[in-house]
């Protein structure tokens, strides 16, 4: 679903410009979830942002359902393919947009009919009553916002969901609630994630496979049970995980 071949990712413009992510290569199967991880500005948000289509200013190949899509995703069909599930759910939902208009917003861009009923039955689909449509963010909780992100981010059907530290944001106690969430919208639509993480909680709970990233690169790919027997070759995820292990 997701292939990723010799991705560079740039900022800027002359002396200024600067290489942030090098030689990334990495595939995600249909129906799996594919974990980003390492310290913070080795370039695991740069990583979701290409894919995303929300920075272009890279080169190399991404592959996103069998077709390969551009920096700026010319081709209206390839804005589809992809969704993304950002950290603060407040931050990335409109205040002044009822629930349901914010969850009608992709509907609405891209002239679907019968936004109505398709808005009920995303909100079902992520545990929220039906009258939910009629609030304000301000006056639900963090997790019910992130469920209301992740409702808009099912609207449009796209068969890979891009989260970018879904939980990290929200109170512990309802983290697993949200974690269950993605993984039972994954089992039952058979979506495919791709994840950034700093959690190695939510690796453990979520992730088939991970990437560590250092200075832009990825330097080790782990399955989750050579996660869970400490097979790592690489020092530096092994400080990772320890260190995550002890936060
Ligand atoms: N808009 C930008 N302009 C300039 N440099 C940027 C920009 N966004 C990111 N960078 C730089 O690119 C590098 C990778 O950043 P990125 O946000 O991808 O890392 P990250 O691993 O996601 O970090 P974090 O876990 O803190 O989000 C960092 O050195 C960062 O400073």
Not at 26 to 46: A, I
Not at 211 to 231: F, H, P, S, Y
Request: with cysteine.
């Amino acid at each position: 679903m997701i292939e990723v071949e010799d991705l560079q990712v740039f900022y800027g413009e002359g002396r200024d410009r600067f290489h942030a992510v090098r030689d990334v290569s990495f595939r995600v199967e249909k129906g799996e979830t594919y974990g980003l991880v390492g310290e913070s500005g080795s370039g695991k948000s740069s990583v979701l942002n290409a894919i995303a289509g929300r920075h272009s200013d890279w080169t190399g190949t991404v592959r996103l359902a069998g077709a390969e899509v551009d920096p700026r995703r010319r081709n209206p069909a390839d804005r589809q393919k992809v969704q993304i599930v950002f950290q603060d759910p407040f931050g990335a939902i409109h205040p002044k947009h009822t629930i349901g208009g914010t969850i009608a917003e992709p509907l609405a861009i891209n002239r679907r009919q019968n936004r109505g009923e398709t808005v009920d039955a995303l909100l079902r689909q992520v545990g929220l009553p039906g009258r939910f449509r009629y609030r304000y963010p301000h006056q639900i909780s963090g997790g019910q916002r992130q469920r209301v992100s992740i409702a808009r981010a099912l609207a449009l059907q796209s068969p890979i969901l891009l989260l970018d530290e879904p939980t990290s944001a929200l109170d512990v106690s309802v983290q697993a609630e949200i974690l269950n969430l993605l993984q039972d919208l994954r089992r039952d639509q058979g979506l495919t994630y791709l994840m950034v993480t700093h959690d190695i909680g939510v690796v453990g709970h979520m992730c088939d496979r991970i990437g560590v990233m250092k200075d832009g690169r990825i330097v080790e790919e782990l399955t989750k049970a050579q996660l869970v027997r400490g097979e790592t070759a690489h020092p530096f995820t092994r400080e990772l995980l320890s260190e995550s292990l002890l936060g």
